[in-house]
Every structure is written in C-alpha cells, then in structure tokens.
C-alpha cells in the first residue's frame, strides 16, 4: 500500500544518483507539492496528448457540418418538388417556401458559409402536368460555399 502523499515519479526524482531533494517535508517524512519537474513533465503529456486530439475535433467538426448540409439540400430539395406538384408551377425563390408555409423555421442557414441568403438555386423551365406550358422556376438548390468536401468535392456541386 503507498504511503499517503508518495509519487512514483518524486521517488524516482529523491533518489536519482547526484540529486538533492530539496522539497518541503512533513513531520512523518513524506513530501508536500511537486517538484518543478514534474509539473513540466505532466504539461508536456498533457500538451502531446492534446495535439493528437486537436485534429480529430475539427475533422469531427467538419463531419458534422456536411452532415448538416446534406440533410437541408435533402429537405428543400423535396420542399421543392412538394410545391411544384401542389401548386402546379415551381417555386420562384426559396422565400416562397416560406411564404407558403412549406419551410416553417425559414430558409436554412449554410452550415459552411453560416447565411441563408448564399444558397445557389438552378432556374429551369418547367413543365407544369397537365398543361403544354413550361414555366420557369427553381428546380435545384447548392451550397454557396466555395470550400471543398473531406471527400474532394466542391460543396457547391453537392
């Protein structure tokens, strides 16, 4: 059983061959505190430690965000194809699916360029069923995030 206050790495330190302890000490011999040593010993772990984490968090991070991402191209993408069915003509602008009430928190903020104003929409004309006219309207919707996917893709061709 260790005595109370013993640490391996001081008694290695107290009877290293040429040292000299110079550490407080109480009435039954042990020693109080942490040599400064020992500290930096300790902080370097801490710190090497730390710089294997560091990486991982912001790949995680990035995960997490292209996560986001897909999940509101896959929403309004589907709003989308909604309104245009429901309403026999597609969306003018994303506004309008709020308007309408199909996006009911308002348009999404890009998880990459963190604005709801910098979504990419693709106008094409539409063929309206049931009718021989084409109207144009959104038919698509990306990122306007210029960065690049962990994966090697362009957010915006997403």
């Known amino acids: ?3 109370k206050g013993w640490c391996p790495l001081s008694f290695v330190l107290r009877h290293w061959p040429g040292t000299k302890d110079k550490g407080r000490r109480t009435k ?23 710089s294997f984490a560091f990486p991982t968090y912001q790949v995680a991070i990035i995960r997490a965000r292209e996560a986001v991402l897909r999940d509101d191209l896959f929403t309004m993408r589907s709003l989308i194809d909604q309104f245009t069915l429901d309403k026999q003509r597609p969306p003018q602008s994303l506004d309008e699916l709020v308007e309408a009430g199909y996006l009911r928190g308002g348009v999404p903020a890009d998880p990459f360029t963190r604005s709801n104003q910098t979504w990419q929409v693709d106008f094409e004309d539409v ?32």
């Open 28 to 50: 039954d011999d042990t020693v109080l505190g942490f040599t400064l040593l020992e500290l930096m010993v300790v902080l370097t772990l801490i710190l090497i430690l730390a």
């Open 1 to 3: 059983m260790a005595a």
């Open 127 to 158: 063929a309206v069923p049931g009718s021989t006219q084409a109207v144009p309207g959104i038919v698509d919707v990306h990122s306007g995030s210029e960065e690049v996917s962990l994966d090697g893709t362009p957010y915006s061709s997403w």
